[in-house]
């Protein structure tokens, strides 16, 4: 394992042994027995590290070599010091991701594609309904749960394997599910619709010759996130077709938006962010959670502005006198907007009102997400 600077043209700082492990989907550690190329020069920089945790360019890459010959790259990380033992110092730290190339040589030319893994349980509702809406096929004298969505130019291809709590999801790239981008847009549709923080676990972009492959951290399902789950508001739960159509709908929204320079963005889409939010509050406490609820009521309706209107709160008039909304639902989001919004405290346990206030949040919420996606080529 080789500890360098964070730019590529520089000297290694320590050369030495190590272990990457994954006690958890959520998390890498590693540990490297290192000696110093320049004990003066490892030792300013690491107080550098340490004094500017902000500043990438202060830290450290990290690469390592397997017992196969293979190349791995364990990115941007931050070491601690532990034990110093004659020249080998004991380092210490967490990474994001381990990454490899693979070289599959030029007698292989296959079509640009991507490949995703998620970690897709049974005890999960996303295992629950893949088992349900990846239909069970022949294939080769066994049976293979598998789904192909012609969206995006393109065909993905969704297998679930139960037993193992693995979706697997494919497709050749196209002009408009392209590299790099289109990996992070096909996972955000799961986050929207199942309400969990659902990153793949494995990615791979496949390009003619080689291919760049990512074990990346998948963070655990969290129990009380439900009330997130845009699939959870569906009315026909059991409608294959509806969920389908709805991923669709989801992924092309994400696809074709672009930024202010008119090009795709890497960062997520700003409704997928809204979600993310709601689901780090639900491990908040109930004011957290209609903090994040009536922010992100206000955020979606302002994605709904017509020229004519200043304020959120005539997004939801309108949507309300059009039947999308209920009354009881706008007038909850004025009374615990205006509430929560100026410091005033909601109860810190269960009662039956604030319950459905904050449901009916969690189903403007909702209501709203779907306006946007039937909406969506009006406002891209």
Not at 362 to 377: E, G, S
Request: without cysteine; aromatic residues 10%.
């Amino acid at each position: 394992m080789v500890l360098a600077s964070a730019y590529d043209q520089e000297p290694p700082i320590f050369i030495g042994n190590g272990q990457v492990r994954l006690p958890m989907p959520g998390s890498f550690e590693f540990t490297i027995a290192g000696e110093p190329t320049d004990t003066g020069d490892a030792l300013q920089r690491l107080r550098r590290s340490a004094a500017n945790p902000y500043d990438v360019f202060q830290q450290f890459r990290l690469n390592g070599t397997d017992e196969n010959g293979r190349e791995w790259s364990l990115g941007w990380v931050t070491p601690k010091v532990g034990e110093i033992t004659d020249r080998r110092w004991n380092l210490t730290g967490s990474t994001e991701s381990l990454s490899t190339l693979v070289d599959h040589g030029y007698e292989v030319h296959g079509p640009d594609s991507v490949e995703l893994a998620f970690l897709a349980p049974m005890r999960e509702p996303i295992g629950q309904m893949m088992a349900r809406f990846v239909r069970l096929e022949l294939e080769d004298k066994r049976s293979v749960r598998e789904f192909r969505l012609s969206v995006l130019e393109t065909e993905l291809h969704f297998s679930y394997e139960p037993q193992d709590g693995l979706l697997w999801v494919t497709a050749p790239t196209s002009p408009a599910l392209n590299h790099p981008f289109a990996d992070g847009w096909l996972a955000e549709p799961l986050r929207i619709l199942f309400g969990q923080l659902i990153f793949p676990r494995l990615v791979a972009r496949n390009f003619q010759t080689r291919s760049t492959v990512w074990l990346r951290r998948s963070p655990k399902y969290h129990g009380h996130a439900g009330f997130a789950a845009l699939w959870a508001a569906q009315v026909v739960k059991g409608d294959a077709a509806a969920f389908w159509k709805l991923y669709a709908g989801l992924l092309t929204l994400i696809a074709q938006a672009r930024g202010a320079d008119g090009h795709p963005d890497m960062q997520a889409h700003k409704i997928t962010r809204f979600y993310e939010e709601i689901i780090q509050a639900a491990r908040g406490s109930r004011w957290v959670w209609a903090l994040t609820l009536a922010s992100t009521v206000e955020g979606l309706a302002k994605m709904l502005f017509m020229r004519r209107e200043k304020k959120a709160i005539h997004v939801l008039e309108r949507l309300k006198s059009s039947g999308l909304l209920t009354p009881r639902q706008v007038a909850s989001w004025r009374e615990m907007r205006n509430s929560v919004m100026h410091g005033h405290l909601i109860s810190p346990w269960s009662t039956a009102e604030e319950d459905e206030r904050l449901l009916d949040l969690a189903n403007l919420v909702h209501a709203l997400t779907f306006k946007i996606v039937d909406r969506a080529p009006s406002l891209i």
